[in-house]
């Protein structure tokens, strides 16, 4: 007799970013656009105000900051004035809201939309997940936590054709025959987020992803005090010799935003 306890990797969240790039002369139509209204409908909460994690049906709005290209050219992301993130247990709410938009929203907007989903974890032990998911941050109201990272990214061909042992050895440090620590690899060059970097990581239902899209959409929230240490972490983790990972992932543009209340604040 055979035990039947395999472990499904089925999504329990699905979530997209609507990217806005909004002309000047477009702005007050978009800005006046009834979106509010079928939020209200949609019983979305608005995770500025979250105090307990991630709302269960949720949307935020992101006001652009900067960006900065990456690997793979995006001028979708790179160029969006705005961002609004939709996520819910379901995919009906965000199906919803992306066809609200496509009936109000004038013309002149170009809108990109990132989406994947979230899925249980696939390396992660008890260990691993205490020492990297424990005592994470979670999601604070907007005055706490203002700033808001987008960076999509994908990963390489050789990537895909690796076992799934061989990926996961990537995360970890590697030891040279003497026991002595030779590369550092993702989990300890990222330790240093841990305190103080809300993440958020949605994947692809099926990997990897089609041409249009990114196998990886990640988010990240913090004070403003510790954008500094965003930096450092994602400056660390392309690095090769500490983390030979990055050599096989491929950056869309790197997106931050500020985190406002409502819709009307994005181009205001």
Not at 85 to 102: K, M, R, S, Y
Not at 111 to 133: D, E, K, Q, W
Request: glycine fraction near 6%; proline fraction near 8%.
């Amino acid at each position: 007799m055979h035990a039947s306890d395999v472990r499904h990797s089925l999504p329990f969240r699905y979530g997209a970013y609507f990217c806005f790039s909004v002309p000047d002369s477009a702005r007050a139509s978009v800005s006046a656009a009834p979106v509010p209204a079928f939020i209200d409908r949609l019983r979305l909460r608005n995770e500025f105000e979250a105090e307990d994690g991630h709302p269960t049906e949720a949307v935020a709005f992101l006001r652009r900051v900067d960006s900065a290209p990456g690997d793979i050219a995006d001028d979708g992301l790179l160029l969006a004035d705005a961002v609004v993130h939709v996520a819910a247990p379901t995919l009906g709410p965000i199906d919803a809201f992306c066809q609200e938009l496509a009936r109000v929203l004038p013309p002149q907007t170009t809108l990109r939309v990132l989406h994947g989903v979230s899925r249980p974890t696939n390396y992660t032990g008890n260990a691993m997940h205490n020492f990297a998911y424990a005592e994470q941050v979670v999601q604070q109201p907007g005055a706490i936590m203002p700033n808001g990272f987008l960076v999509p990214m994908s990963r390489t061909a050789a990537w895909w054709e690796k076992d799934w042992m061989e990926r996961h050895s990537y995360f970890l440090p590697r030891y040279d025959d003497a026991g002595h620590m030779a590369r550092e690899g993702h989990v300890l060059v990222a330790a240093p987020g841990i305190e103080s970097l809300m993440r958020r990581t949605y994947k692809q239902e099926s990997e990897p992803a089609p041409a249009d899209a990114y196998d990886y959409v990640n988010y990240f929230e913090c004070t403003d005090d510790s954008v500094p240490t965003y930096h450092e972490v994602c400056c660390a983790l392309r690095d090769v010799e500490r983390n030979p990972e990055w050599a096989f992932m491929r950056e869309g543009p790197t997106w931050h935003g500020r985190r406002v209340a409502t819709w009307g604040q994005l181009f205001s």
